[in-house]
């Protein structure tokens, strides 16, 4: 199959920006906020929670860090005004971070600010590797004064336990995936197993410590092995929940639901989709294989 991914991937530029629009539609709300206010809606119609994403990262112009961080206030306003359930998922990198490391934590902390006027809560996305350093240290920063941000630890990176066993010490609010960057095997696990062990313990760690974990993941394997390991520890649902992309696993996550677990979907969605989703086509040519079978089966991803 990975043939046939990176020849779709190869064949992106020539490939009409409605087709892919038309695949991504799936998994991107649109181009506006009323977009993922209706998708949010109808989640949270089935007791389902959202983290809006604005689409965009990478920003080298202060201006443009700028106005994404007022966006990112007033989508936390109109949150708020349209009592959704919903939280904000932001990338350091979109409000500045590649500019300035103090510029960037300025424009996160006002973020932080309305979304705890607004009691809402701000999970900080983790980049490739060469943001992790930077991302983490801001997070330990704004965590002594809000306690309404979470961040996200990469399960296939080897330094995460460390890092794990350092944010616990601040009560550090995670979301726990595998990582979809494609980074050196020098800091990298590769195999799936050892990724997928890797998980696991560092899901232990985190419960065991008392943070709150969203348990990010669509892999049977780990779903399983997670929902073992709360009722080993007998947690309540209010100490953890489950993460999905939106548009991926819909039926495993209304059973999720529906076996008393809190449940929340990632809603991307903002004008810079097409640029989203060929970069994390090219990121992952996997997903490109995943993609073109949604078009001809609509059960393929349930």
């Not at 961080?69 to 109109?78: G, H, N, P, T, W």
């Amino acid at each position: 199959m990975s043939l046939l991914n990176n020849l779709i991937v190869s064949s992106l530029p020539i490939i009409p920006k409605p087709i892919v629009g038309f695949v991504a539609g799936r998994y991107i709300a649109g181009a506006q906020f009323d977009d993922a206010a209706r998708v949010t809606k109808n989640l949270n119609a089935q007791r389902i929670m959202a983290t809006m994403d604005l689409l965009g990262e990478d920003v080298f112009d202060h201006s443009e860090a700028a106005t994404a961080k007022d966006a990112y206030k007033e989508i936390l306003r109109s949150i708020h005004r349209e009592h959704l359930d919903s939280n904000l998922s932001l990338k350091l990198t979109q409000i500045g971070l590649k500019l300035d490391k103090s510029f960037c934590e300025q424009n996160l902390r006002e973020i932080l600010l309305v979304a705890k006027d607004k009691k809402n809560f701000i999970r900080i996305d983790m980049e490739d590797h060469t943001c992790t350093d930077t991302t983490l240290d801001l997070y330990k920063s704004v965590r002594r004064d809000f306690e309404n941000a979470g961040v996200a630890i990469q399960a296939y990176l080897r330094r995460s336990q460390a890092d794990v066993l350092e944010l616990v010490k601040q009560r550090a609010n995670f979301r726990l995936c595998k990582g979809i960057y494609i980074e050196p095997e020098a800091i990298a696990f590769k195999g799936r197993e050892e990724i997928r062990n890797n998980f696991l313990s560092l899901l232990r760690i985190m419960l065991d410590r008392g943070a709150y974990v969203g348990v990010a993941t669509h892999d049977d394997v780990l779903i399983d092995a997670s929902c073992r390991i709360i009722a080993e520890r007998k947690l309540s649902p209010d100490k953890y929940e489950f993460q999905m992309l939106l548009g991926v696993r819909e039926k495993l996550r209304l059973k999720l639901r529906e076996n008393g677990h809190r449940v929340r979907v990632y809603v991307p969605f903002g004008r810079q989709w097409y640029p989203y989703s060929v970069r994390r086509l090219k990121e992952n040519p996997a997903i490109a294989g995943y993609a073109l079978k949604t078009l001809f089966s609509k059960d393929s991803v349930n």
